[in-house]
C-alpha cells in the first residue's frame, strides 16, 4: 500500500468517525447562527456609532470559532482513543508508519473544521459580496486557520490525562483566540499587553486577512492594507502550531 | 441503626460528594475564574470603549451578566459528570443505591448549584465592589437568586446526559445549550437590541430573569420584580421534573415516576 493511500485511510477513518453523527453537522451549524445571528446581530444593533457596521466586523470570528470547536474534535478523538477507549496502541500496530499516521490525523482534523464551516463561509461570503474567486481565499483561510487549531488540540490531547485538564487546555485556547483577539475589537483599541498577545494569535491574522477581502458590502471595514506577508504570517503561524502537535502527539507513541 | 438514610442526610451526602470532585478539580476552578476575569477586564472594557454612545455603562450591565453567565456555564458540568459517570457505567451503581431517583436528581442538582455558588461568590464580590455597590445583605441577596438559577441549570444539564448517548454530540449539545440559554438572554445585552423574533423568547429566560433581578439589586436604575422571580422558580421547576423523570425512565424502561 503507498504512503499517501494509507494517510487517506487515516483520513477516511477520522471522517467516518466524525460525520457518523449528521447532528452534529446541523448542532455547530446551529451554534454558528446563534453566535452570528444572536450575538452578531444585537451587538452590532448596540454599537450601531460605529463608523462601520460592527455586525460585519464579527461576522468571520463566529466562522472561525466553529472551526476552532471542529478542530478542537480532533485533539477529543486523540485523547478517547489514548485514555477512555485505549484504542490508540491498537491503531499504532496498523500498517501505516507512525508519521504518516500523526500527519494524517493532523490534516483529517483541518479538512474536517473546512467541511462543517463551509456553510458559515458561504453565509461570511454572501454578507460580504464576494466573487466566487474571493470566496476561495475565504476557504483557504479557514483551512490554513483550522491548521492552526488542529495543533493546538492534538498538542492538548497528548499532554492531557484527564478529561478535566484537556477541558481546560481547550477553554483556554478558546479564550485566547476569542478575547486577544481582533474578533470583538480593533488592535488600535487595545491595551499594549493584549496587543502584543493579539499578534501571535492565528485568529487575528484570520480575521484581517477576511476582513480586507474585496466584497460588495464591507467596504467600509476595509483599509486597503492587505499584502500577502499577512498570509505568510497566518500560514508561518499555522505551521509551527502543526508542528508543535505532531511532536507532542508522536511522543505519546514512543513507549 | 435504621437501614434507611434520611432525605436530608441523602441530600447531604450527594452534595458532599460533588464538592469533593470541586476540590480535586482546581484546573476547572482556576480555567474559569481566568475567564471570567478576562471577560470582565479584557472584553468589557475594550467594548464597553466603543460603546460611548449607549446611555448607560455597558461595563456595569455586562459585569452582572459576566457573573450569571459564569454560574449558567459551571452549572452545566454537572451533567458532564454524569456523562462520565454513566460512561464509565459507574451510574449504574450511584442509581442502585437505597434511595429514590427523584432524590439522586435533586442531591445532584443542588451538588451542582453550591459547587457553582461556591465558584461565583468571590466574582460576585469583586461585581459588586467595582461598580461601588457595598451592602453584603445585597450581596448574599444577589447570591441566593443566583444560587437558584444554578439549581435549575443543573437540573436541565441532568436532563440532557439521560437523553444523549454519544459522547461526541453530548459535548457539543452541551455547548449549544450552554451558548443558547446566555445569549438568547439578557445576560450580556439589552433586550431591546436583541432580534425582534427572539425577545419574546429571550425575555421568558431564567438566565435574563436572574440577570435583571441581580441587576435591579446591584446597580442602580434598574428594576424588576414578581415576573422574573416567577420565570425563574418555573423554570427550576420543570426541569427538576424532567431530569428526575429522564433518569426513572433510563432505569425503569419507559415509564415516568
Redesign the interface.
Known amino acids: 500500500m503507498a504512503g499517501s493511500s494509507k494517510a487517506t485511510d487515516v483520513i477516511e477513518r477520522d471522517f467516518r468517525v466524525?460525520f457518523a453523527?449528521k447532528?452534529?453537522l446541523v448542532?455547530?451549524f446551529?451554534?454558528f447562527m446563534?453566535?452570528l445571528?444572536?450575538?452578531g446581530?444585537?451587538?452590532g444593533?448596540?454599537?450601531?456609532?460605529?463608523p462601520y457596521s460592527?455586525f460585519l466586523y464579527i461576522a468571520p470570528g463566529a466562522n472561525l470559532i466553529t472551526a476552532t470547536?471542529a478542530a478542537f474534535?480532533s485533539g477529543?478523538d486523540v485523547w478517547?482513543e489514548r485514555i477512555?477507549q485505549d484504542t490508540q496502541q491498537y491503531l499504532l500496530t496498523l500498517p501505516v508508519p507512525k508519521n504518516t499516521f500523526a500527519v494524517s490525523r493532523l490534516v483529517s482534523g483541518i479538512l474536517r473544521s473546512v467541511v462543517t464551516t463551509l456553510p458559515g463561509t458561504v453565509v461570511i461570503a454572501l454578507l460580504y459580496g464576494l466573487s466566487f474567486p474571493y470566496f476561495l481565499v475565504g476557504l483557504l483561510i479557514m483551512f490554513v486557520y483550522s491548521g492552526a487549531v488542529a495543533g493546538l488540540s492534538v498538542a492538548a490531547a497528548s499532554m492531557a490525562n484527564s478529561?478535566?485538564?484537556f477541558?481546560?487546555v481547550r477553554?483556554?485556547v478558546q479564550?485566547y483566540l476569542s478575547?486577544?483577539s481582533t474578533q470583538?475589537?480593533p488592535s488600535g483599541?487595545?491595551p499594549v499587553y493584549?496587543a502584543a498577545l493579539s499578534n501571535f494569535n492565528p485568529m487575528t491574522w484570520a480575521l484581517l486577512i477576511f476582513r480586507e477581502l474585496p466584497g460588495s458590502f464591507n467596504g467600509a471595514l476595509r483599509t486597503g492594507s492587505l499584502d500577502v506577508t499577512q498570509f505568510v504570517y497566518l500560514a508561518a503561524l499555522s505551521a509551527a502550531l502543526m508542528f508543535v502537535g505532531f511532536l507532542l502527539y508522536r511522543r505519546t507513541m514512543e513507549y | 441503626m435504621n437501614g434507611k438514610p434520611s432525605t436530608l442526610s441523602v441530600i447531604w451526602v450527594l452534595v458532599e460528594r460533588d464538592l469533593r470532585t470541586l476540590v480535586r478539580?482546581p484546573?476547572?476552578l482556576?480555567?474559569r475564574t481566568?475567564?471570567f476575569l478576562?471577560?470582565l477586564f479584557?472584553?468589557a472594557a475594550?467594548?464597553s470603549?466603543?460603546?460611548?454612545?449607549?446611555g448607560f455603562n455597558?461595563f456595569d450591565f455586562y459585569s452582572v451578566g459576566a457573573v450569571v453567565s459564569t454560574i449558567t456555564s459551571i452549572a452545566f458540568i454537572i451533567g458532564e459528570d454524569l456523562f462520565?459517570e454513566e460512561?464509565l457505567g459507574l451510574l449504574d451503581y450511584l442509581l442502585s443505591l437505597p434511595f429514590g431517583h427523584s432524590l439522586f436528581v435533586i442531591g445532584r442538582a443542588l451538588g451542582g448549584a453550591v459547587r457553582g455558588l461556591i465558584y461565583v461568590t468571590p466574582m460576585m464580590i469583586l461585581v459588586a465592589y467595582v461598580d461601588g455597590y457595598f451592602s453584603p445583605a445585597g450581596v448574599a441577596g444577589s447570591l441566593a437568586i443566583i444560587f437558584v438559577l444554578a439549581t435549575g441549570i443543573s437540573g436541565l444539564s441532568i436532563t440532557l446526559a439521560m437523553l444523549i448517548r454519544?459522547?461526541?454530540?453530548f459535548?457539543?449539545?452541551i455547548?449549544?445549550a450552554e451558548?443558547?440559554t446566555v445569549?438568547?438572554s439578557a445576560a450580556?445585552?439589552?433586550l431591546v437590541?436583541?432580534?425582534r423574533v427572539?425577545q419574546p423568547v429571550a425575555s421568558y429566560s431564567p438566565v435574563t430573569a436572574t440577570s435583571d433581578l441581580v441587576r435591579s439589586i446591584v446597580l442602580p436604575g434598574y428594576t424588576s420584580g414578581t415576573y422574573e422571580t416567577v420565570v425563574l422558580l418555573l423554570f427550576v421547576g420543570v426541569f427538576f421534573g424532567l431530569g428526575s423523570a429522564f433518569l426513572f425512565r433510563k432505569i425503569e424502561g419507559g415509564r415516568f415516576e
Open positions: 466524525f453523527d447532528y452534529m448542532i455547530m446551529i451554534n446563534i453566535d445571528g444572536v450575538s446581530l444585537s451587538l444593533a448596540m454599537l450601531k456609532n460605529l460592527y470547536v474534535q477529543r478517547r477512555i478529561l478535566e485538564l477541558a481546560t477553554s483556554t479564550v478575547f486577544f470583538f475589537y483599541n487595545m493584549v | 478539580s484546573f476547572i482556576i480555567n481566568i475567564f478576562i471577560q479584557v472584553f475594550l467594548v470603549k466603543l460603546a460611548t454612545a449607549l455597558y462520565e460512561e454519544n459522547a461526541n454530540r459535548d457539543i449539545v455547548a449549544l451558548l443558547a445569549r438568547v450580556i445585552y439589552p437590541f436583541m432580534p427572539l
